[in-house]
């Protein structure tokens, strides 16, 4: 982490989603503080805290005074919304597009996935054939 050529800021918000999503973070258990996150990556508190504020305004967060950062009830499922929806936005539309362009069907896209996937290691989740 804290590398990819991403804003830092967004990166702390990444990875504390990364952890709600994987359940590391669960539901109503306490996130990291902004002087946690800044200690741990050597980082201004300044930019840990835009980190945690992102998240903040997205409901995903809350403070409870004199205690610290709560991960929201809800949270998990708004993130993996979130995520459902930019994962079509960047990936699956880009891939109907071309997939219109070269004639092939939805029919057909969806045996090309399969057929890919069988021909790796390990299946996507979900996938259960």
Avoid: C, W
């Amino acid at each position: 982490m804290i590398d990819d050529g991403r804003a830092i800021f967004q990166q702390i918000a990444d990875t504390i989603a990364d952890s709600i999503i994987d359940g590391t973070l669960a539901e109503e258990t306490r996130a990291p503080s902004t002087n946690e996150l800044a200690a741990f990556y050597r980082i201004n508190p300044a930019t840990a805290a835009k980190g945690i504020n992102l998240l903040v305004d997205r409901g995903v967060l809350y403070k409870k005074r004199g205690v610290g950062m709560f991960v929201a009830a809800g949270a998990r499922a708004k993130l993996s919304g979130r995520r459902h929806d930019a994962f079509a936005d960047r990936y699956v539309m880009p891939l109907l597009a071309e997939a219109g362009r070269l004639g092939l069907t939805t029919d057909d896209v969806v045996a090309l996935i399969h057929e890919r996937s069988a021909t790796t290691d390990q299946p996507p989740k979900g996938d259960r054939s």
